[in-house]
């Protein structure tokens, strides 16, 4: 795949891809449209020798699998992860409220996003809308304005001569967005809004009433190549969009002689704990069926583990010039300098000698230039799906990433050369 056709199919998934949602519906598409066929958990698996898969959860989480042509239980799994969700702010369930003459709408903070990027910015709505039809049944679908909605505007600096001194954002008061100057025409309906949109569908021209909705905040402005030789990336939802989309085209462009699986988990930045995050059943209950699927040995779940390995793909923090003394002098990542294995002591990171040892052993074989980042020894270190993952299934488990700026911003960055390094090393993973 030529870099430049690699990258621009990149930036068009993080531009339709504006919540957990939209991004594992374009997921599936791309899966479908090379040859995955989707399995639905409710129903009897039966999976095929050299035959690919993939699996939904809640729409916001997506599990696809190749079936190797070797047994499973003699070569184990080679297995990625990433996680679909980013931190936004989250409408709440009954949002529209009025204040001085503006209609605004209530908002929850999502995960630990960095708020003051939101202010001044053009914001849309997206997400899932369950509704019934006028026939009583009930569904869900995806629902995206599109063109910018909702403004969440500063306080000018004459009223708030401290902006630039540091002052905390209160997420109750300064948080709501402005979508609409009161009018004593008629009474503004969000839910009518919401059935406009859903009735635009063929299937769902009879969409009589909106019973709960999953809507997010989004910034509208497109990503881009940004700098003087269009060298970095610029987009919102980096993390983790990046990963899941380069760990999709890695198994997509994989060959079928071992099984492979990937994950992309949802719920990551607010802990994991749900049916679609990393510590719910969701990849142990797959991984299972998958191999229950070739034989009903007891023990065959953990035989296979034992031979298998896990890489959790999630953004690293690459050295900022501005900020350099955040980090420890001799794990500083660049961007565009390849990829990144994550190490902590602590195990907030899960990443060991061995599994790290794999990594630059595959690099080494492929040509392709890694980094090393520890958190300095006086910061506290975040965390990923890693962890979570290597506890629940006692599977060897390496933590890396591409190197980036502005992480949980609103917009953040990254190299334009990373991130086929990175698939470039995850496809020969998947081939090892």
Known sequence: MASETYIKDLLDFLQ??????????????????NGFKQLDESQQWKVAKKESYFVVRNNSALIAFRSGRKSIVSTGLRATGSHTDSPCLKLKPDPVFS??????????????ALLRPWFDRDLSIAGRVDFELKNGTLHSSLVDFGSPVAFIPSLAIHLDRGAN???????QKELPPIILKESLREKFSFEGLLLKLIRKQ??????????????SLYDVQPPSLVGMEGEFIASARLDNLLSCFLSCCAIINSKPE????????????????????????????????IIHNETESSDAIERVIRKSDFWSIDNAHGVHPNYSEKH???????????PVIKINANQRYASN???????????????????????????ACGSTIGPMTSAGLGIETLDLGLASFGMHSIREMAGAKDPELLLKAVTAFYNR
């Open 16 to 33: 339709r891809s504006p919540t957990p949602f939209h991004a594992v519906n374009n997921l599936a598409e791309m899966l479908e449209k």
């Open 99 to 112: 204040s001085n003459g503006y209609v605004q709408l209530g908002v929850e903070v999502y995960g630990g």
């Open 165 to 171: 001194d540091g002052n905390k954002i209160n997420r």
């Open 202 to 215: 063929p299937k769902f021209r009879t969409a009589k009433t909106v019973l709960s909705h999953e809507l």
């Open 258 to 289: 071992y099984s492979s699986v990937m994950v992309c988990n949802d719920h990551e930045e607010v802990g994991s704990v749900s049916t679609s995050g990393a510590q719910g059943p969701f990849l142990r209950s797959v991984i299972e069926r």
């Open 328 to 338: 420890d002098n001799n794990h500083s990542p660049q961007i565009n300098a390849g």
């Open 353 to 379: 000698s061995r599994s790290i040892a794999l990594f630059k052993s595959i690099c080494n074989q492929q040509k392709i230039p890694y980094q090393s980042f520890v958190m300095r020894s006086d910061m």
